[in-house]
């Protein structure tokens, strides 16, 4: 009997379509995401001569400002899904004073074609309240503040 249950156990990722006991685990494994995303969107956000503010504002905190290097940021950015390669991208920026001066890494900025993301204004009509005055309302009527009805 063990002899068919071992069988029987070495062959099901072969007959799951798996190919290795790694992806027929029933343990879930979560992707984890650690450090700073960055999208080219964000990327085609940066222009030389932006302020240190204005860099934080576009892309976030750095996830590290180096102690000999303060003119320089690096935004890194790692993804580790199951049975996967871990995947790293760096961005750096290079700063001369409070003003960036020049900018790369992993991530190419958008361009107009790729993000055809259309800014539309969202209208919400939103109805007066004609309902029952709630707690603090009654008891500051109570009080003899604000109106009657």
């Known amino acids: 009997m063990k002899k068919i249950l071992i069988i029987i156990f ?27 995303i960055i999208t080219p969107e964000m990327v085609a956000l940066l222009e030389p001569g932006m302020s240190k503010r204005q860099v934080r504002y576009a892309l976030g905190t750095p996830m590290l400002i180096d102690v000999f290097h303060q003119q320089r940021w690096d935004y890194l950015f790692t993804v580790k899904r199951r049975n996967e390669p871990m995947e790293i991208k ?4 290079y700063f001369e004073g409070d003003r960036l001066s020049r900018f790369g890494g992993d991530i190419e900025p958008a361009s107009d074609s790729d993000s055809n993301l259309e800014k539309k204004e969202l209208l919400v009509n939103v109805p007066d309240y004609d309902g029952d005055l709630g707690i603090l309302e009654r008891l500051w009527h109570s009080l003899g503040f604000g109106k009657d009805e």
């Open 10 to 36: 070495s062959l099901l990722p072969m007959l799951t379509g798996c190919s290795s006991w790694e992806e027929f685990s029933l343990v879930h494994s979560p992707d984890i995401e650690q450090g700073n």
């Open 90 to 93: 760096h961005y750096s920026l």
